[in-house]
């Protein structure tokens, strides 16, 4: 296996890992605000994983027993 | 995974043929051995054939006919892309999230339970239970949630059934929720009573949780992956230390508690947790709950492939006719509602009409995250009814019945135990606890404790060494108890919004999520409300789980009923009347099921009724039965037995009602010629600008 497929397994690795705790993706995120809303300043990753750490536990809370 | 119609080849013809014959030849295996104990292999065996024949012609069945995935058709992610809850993603970053948010402590605990009538009316109820209801409800409320905009369930529910509908099963959802942390909580009461070992190491979650809410949000923030390892090792650190602590005379008693005693103390934890701030302690615990879950599973289907153990338990036992320890009542209805999770479980539809629908980036994606998260759930319970299966049978019902029928010695357990016919001496059981380094391991039902154990023998069994037992049981209710907790925490703050949206109904600033009356007082309410059931458990006379755990499934499969009864009406609404028991037979099944359960716990010999007539009866005679010491006592657990009862009726009720509102709507559709199925209009993926 060569260099970039094994880095291709770990942001995948890492993207699902954060979406089993709530955590989006913040490149995704980065990238949607610069292309449909340049005018938003765009969040540190900081203030981003923040905000959506309180999201999370405001619906259902996206658990089962 | 094509989505795309393709005629299968000869080569994939005789492929599939293969898969069935050595399905079929395993599952033979299974049911039809008899008087020589069998493999767990092929059980696992059965299991995979079943699902991936059930994945490949019934999941493909309910895409292409019943639901009409359409790759070509815009998902919510792609039209309503926000970067943050609506975010086209890939399918196995999807399915990943999907499964760690169905999978909890539901489908470890029913399947232990069940084995009290062998591992084979489990085993079918769980093979063919999720292939034809518990992954149709994931996979059917996943599809029509993705052509809702992702909408909620009680919002679909509003929409296609009316609003009253709607709101009836809001109120179903929040006393089912109450009922599910009160008996999640009662099974960590279970396992750590008077075991200072399991309480030290539960109580070790909570600093090390808070430590990582302060390293997460100060020291290095977002690093989730880095935290959760130093909060892994530092658990491992506490269940080593756990054992010098449960040794120590001046310890130990500090960390010895009795049922009612951990009940108060898991009352106030809710109530704390629940109002902190989530970064401080729910988030970080959630972290590592969710990592250890999966890690643990993997390791549990690990043991289970190389210990490949021998099912100890008979297939079927003496207690298919309602005799047996661990719950009442007959294999019919008992046994469906005794396994939701794993089989069926409403929950489920809960979380396919939240998250998910709004991640998925294409229609033909939907099959394998909903129908396969659920066959990959139903695995899971596979794999815990074969740990409980291929436990001493004797050592099984030891941990699995109340104190009433066994008493609380070993010397009076193995006899009791020894006489329903699965022969086990004292020294059996007293063996067992020393090695799991428990004092006792008596009347530990909830189901933990016995997959603790049993996963303890596996991995004992492929890692052996010196008190090794011991560190692997202790981590087996670890993992349950951290996840059970969590569960607890957010379900308690769910509770809480539910509250304060009904209250706000009444009273418009109570509905402030922000203001910390109403925060307060809607968590108070809500801790009440759960507790109060927790409590009742932590003394009622047969130990707790065995009352309240038919509460749960009853509650559970109601809820699945409804979101199936949700499928039905829309398959018919959509004109596609002749699928329409794809749906529809397993929402009847459920129906049948809750309603006899619910009748039987509401009157005849195993109901709550009876069981608060038998202490009334005792009371005005003047005399106190087990486990009441006093005349209050008596009275409170009268008192219990009739609200269950109530509670019992008003779920049967609710279940009637949404029937009547699902026929009704039925019968509607049917004389209308068209499509009446509120659906987004279509709109072609290629047609929407990519981010």
Redesign the interface.
């Given at each position: 296996m060569n260099l970039p497929d094994l880095q291709a397994i770990r942001k995948w690795a890492v993207q699902t890992a954060r979406l089993c705790c709530g955590i989006p993706d913040y490149d995704v995120y980065v990238q949607h605000l610069r292309t449909h809303h340049p005018e938003r300043p765009v969040p540190s990753y900081k203030e981003f994983f923040r905000e959506r750490q309180v999201a999370r536990y405001k619906g259902t809370g996206g658990r089962c027993c | 995974m094509s989505t795309v119609a393709v005629k299968p080849s000869p080569a994939g013809k005789i492929l599939w043929a293969a898969i069935a014959i050595v399905g079929a030849w395993c599952l033979g295996v299974v049911a039809l051995r008899r008087g020589e104990p069998i493999n767990a292999i092929w059980l696992v065996a059965a299991a995979i054939a079943v699902f991936v024949i059930g994945y490949r012609f019934y999941g493909k069945f309910i895409n292409d006919r019943v639901l009409q995935m359409d790759p070509t058709r815009a998902t919510p992610a792609v039209l309503r892309?926000?970067?943050?809850?609506y975010?086209p993603?890939?399918k196995?970053?999807?399915f990943?999230?999907h499964f760690?948010?169905?999978?909890?402590?539901?489908p470890l605990v029913g399947p232990v339970l069940a084995a009290q009538m062998g591992y084979l009316p489990g085993t079918l109820w769980i093979l063919f239970g999720v292939v034809f209801a518990g992954a149709v409800q994931d996979f059917m409320i996943l599809g029509l949630s993705v052509r809702r905009d992702g909408r909620?369930l009680g919002n679909m529910l509003r929409d296609e059934l009316g609003p009253v509908a709607g709101i009836v099963a809001m109120f179903g959802v929040l006393v089912l929720m109450m009922i599910?942390l009160a008996v999640?909580a009662l099974v960590v009461v279970k396992a750590l009573t008077h075991s200072p070992w399991g309480t030290y190491t539960v109580a070790c979650t909570i600093p090390i949780a808070l430590l990582m809410g302060v390293y997460l949000?100060w020291i290095r923030?977002?690093k989730?992956?880095e935290v959760s390892i130093i909060g892994l090792i530092l658990l491992l650190l506490s269940i080593w230390s756990g054992a010098a602590v449960a040794a120590s005379p001046t310890l130990a008693p500090i960390f010895d508690f009795d049922a009612k005693s951990l009940a108060w103390l898991l009352i106030a934890y809710g109530f704390c947790a629940s109002v902190l701030p989530?970064?401080l302690l729910?988030?970080p615990r959630?972290?590592l709950s969710?990592?250890l879950k999966?890690g643990t599973i993997l390791l549990l289907a690990l043991a289970i492939f190389l210990a490949a153990p021998t099912l100890q338990m008979p297939a079927v036992t003496k207690f298919i006719d309602g005799t047996g320890p661990v719950f009442q009542g007959n294999l019919f209805p008992f046994l469906f509602i005794t396994i939701a999770?794993g089989a069926v479980?409403g929950?489920?539809s809960?979380?396919a009409s939240?998250?998910t629908p709004k991640?998925i980036a294409s229609e033909g994606e939907a099959r394998m995250i909903g129908y396969g998260g659920m066959l990959m759930e139903a695995f899971v319970a596979i794999m815990a009814l074969v740990a409980a299966a291929s436990l001493h049978p004797g050592v099984y019902f030891a941990m699995n019945s109340p104190s009433a029928l066994i008493g609380t010695t070993a010397q009076d357990a193995a006899t009791a135990i020894s006489q329903w016919g699965f022969v086990v001496t004292p020294d059996e059981l007293l063996t067992t606890a020393q090695n799991i380094g428990e004092k006792t391991i008596l009347s530990r039902a909830g189901g933990a404790p016995t997959l603790a154990v049993g996963m303890a023998q596996l991995l004992h069994g492929i890692i052996p060494g010196e008190g090794m037992m011991a560190f692997w049981y202790h981590y087996a209710i670890l993992f349950e108890a951290l996840f059970i907790l969590?569960?607890v925490d957010?379900?308690t703050?769910?509770g809480r919004?539910m509250i304060q949206e009904i209250a706000g109904l009444v009273h418009k600033p109570l509905q402030h999520?922000e203001s910390w009356t109403g925060n307060l007082l809607a968590t108070a309410i809500c801790v009440g409300l759960w507790g109060y059931f927790l409590y009742q458990g932590a003394v009622d006379p047969l130990g707790g789980i065995n009352t309240l755990w038919p509460l749960f499934g009853i509650a559970?499969q109601m809820l699945a009923a409804v979101a199936l009864m949700l499928a039905t009406v829309v398959t018919v609404k959509l004109k596609r009347e002749r699928y329409v028991l794809v749906p529809g037979i397993p929402a009847i099944w459920l129906v049948i099921c809750t309603l006899t359960a619910g009748w039987q716990k509401l009157s005849g010999p195993i109901s709550f009724t009876a069981a608060a007539q038998k202490y009334a009866q005792a009371a005005a005679d003047g005399k106190l039965l087990a486990p009441a010491k006093s005349v209050e006592e008596m009275q409170r657990i009268v008192t219990n037995n009739y609200v269950d009862a109530a509670l019992t009726g008003i779920f049967m009720l609710l279940i009637l009602t949404m029937l009547g509102f699902a026929l009704n709507a039925i019968l509607k559709a049917w004389r209308i010629n068209h499509p009446t199925a509120h659906e987004e209009p279509y709109v072609a993926l290629g047609s929407v600008p990519t981010?």
């Amino acid at each position: 296996m060569n260099l970039p497929d094994l880095q291709a397994i770990r942001k995948w690795a890492v993207q699902t890992a954060r979406l089993c705790c709530g955590i989006p993706d913040y490149d995704v995120y980065v990238q949607h605000l610069r292309t449909h809303h340049p005018e938003r300043p765009v969040p540190s990753y900081k203030e981003f994983f923040r905000e959506r750490q309180v999201a999370r536990y405001k619906g259902t809370g996206g658990r089962c027993c | 995974m094509s989505t795309v119609a393709v005629k299968p080849s000869p080569a994939g013809k005789i492929l599939w043929a293969a898969i069935a014959i050595v399905g079929a030849w395993c599952l033979g295996v299974v049911a039809l051995r008899r008087g020589e104990p069998i493999n767990a292999i092929w059980l696992v065996a059965a299991a995979i054939a079943v699902f991936v024949i059930g994945y490949r012609f019934y999941g493909k069945f309910i895409n292409d006919r019943v639901l009409q995935m359409d790759p070509t058709r815009a998902t919510p992610a792609v039209l309503r892309n926000d970067g943050l809850d609506y975010v086209p993603t890939d399918k196995w970053v999807v399915f990943g999230h999907h499964f760690a948010a169905i999978a909890g402590a539901g489908p470890l605990v029913g399947p232990v339970l069940a084995a009290q009538m062998g591992y084979l009316p489990g085993t079918l109820w769980i093979l063919f239970g999720v292939v034809f209801a518990g992954a149709v409800q994931d996979f059917m409320i996943l599809g029509l949630s993705v052509r809702r905009d992702g909408r909620s369930l009680g919002n679909m529910l509003r929409d296609e059934l009316g609003p009253v509908a709607g709101i009836v099963a809001m109120f179903g959802v929040l006393v089912l929720m109450m009922i599910v942390l009160a008996v999640l909580a009662l099974v960590v009461v279970k396992a750590l009573t008077h075991s200072p070992w399991g309480t030290y190491t539960v109580a070790c979650t909570i600093p090390i949780a808070l430590l990582m809410g302060v390293y997460l949000r100060w020291i290095r923030p977002g690093k989730i992956l880095e935290v959760s390892i130093i909060g892994l090792i530092l658990l491992l650190l506490s269940i080593w230390s756990g054992a010098a602590v449960a040794a120590s005379p001046t310890l130990a008693p500090i960390f010895d508690f009795d049922a009612k005693s951990l009940a108060w103390l898991l009352i106030a934890y809710g109530f704390c947790a629940s109002v902190l701030p989530v970064w401080l302690l729910l988030a970080p615990r959630d972290y590592l709950s969710t990592f250890l879950k999966i890690g643990t599973i993997l390791l549990l289907a690990l043991a289970i492939f190389l210990a490949a153990p021998t099912l100890q338990m008979p297939a079927v036992t003496k207690f298919i006719d309602g005799t047996g320890p661990v719950f009442q009542g007959n294999l019919f209805p008992f046994l469906f509602i005794t396994i939701a999770c794993g089989a069926v479980s409403g929950w489920h539809s809960i979380i396919a009409s939240g998250t998910t629908p709004k991640l998925i980036a294409s229609e033909g994606e939907a099959r394998m995250i909903g129908y396969g998260g659920m066959l990959m759930e139903a695995f899971v319970a596979i794999m815990a009814l074969v740990a409980a299966a291929s436990l001493h049978p004797g050592v099984y019902f030891a941990m699995n019945s109340p104190s009433a029928l066994i008493g609380t010695t070993a010397q009076d357990a193995a006899t009791a135990i020894s006489q329903w016919g699965f022969v086990v001496t004292p020294d059996e059981l007293l063996t067992t606890a020393q090695n799991i380094g428990e004092k006792t391991i008596l009347s530990r039902a909830g189901g933990a404790p016995t997959l603790a154990v049993g996963m303890a023998q596996l991995l004992h069994g492929i890692i052996p060494g010196e008190g090794m037992m011991a560190f692997w049981y202790h981590y087996a209710i670890l993992f349950e108890a951290l996840f059970i907790l969590t569960t607890v925490d957010a379900g308690t703050r769910v509770g809480r919004f539910m509250i304060q949206e009904i209250a706000g109904l009444v009273h418009k600033p109570l509905q402030h999520t922000e203001s910390w009356t109403g925060n307060l007082l809607a968590t108070a309410i809500c801790v009440g409300l759960w507790g109060y059931f927790l409590y009742q458990g932590a003394v009622d006379p047969l130990g707790g789980i065995n009352t309240l755990w038919p509460l749960f499934g009853i509650a559970n499969q109601m809820l699945a009923a409804v979101a199936l009864m949700l499928a039905t009406v829309v398959t018919v609404k959509l004109k596609r009347e002749r699928y329409v028991l794809v749906p529809g037979i397993p929402a009847i099944w459920l129906v049948i099921c809750t309603l006899t359960a619910g009748w039987q716990k509401l009157s005849g010999p195993i109901s709550f009724t009876a069981a608060a007539q038998k202490y009334a009866q005792a009371a005005a005679d003047g005399k106190l039965l087990a486990p009441a010491k006093s005349v209050e006592e008596m009275q409170r657990i009268v008192t219990n037995n009739y609200v269950d009862a109530a509670l019992t009726g008003i779920f049967m009720l609710l279940i009637l009602t949404m029937l009547g509102f699902a026929l009704n709507a039925i019968l509607k559709a049917w004389r209308i010629n068209h499509p009446t199925a509120h659906e987004e209009p279509y709109v072609a993926l290629g047609s929407v600008p990519t981010r």
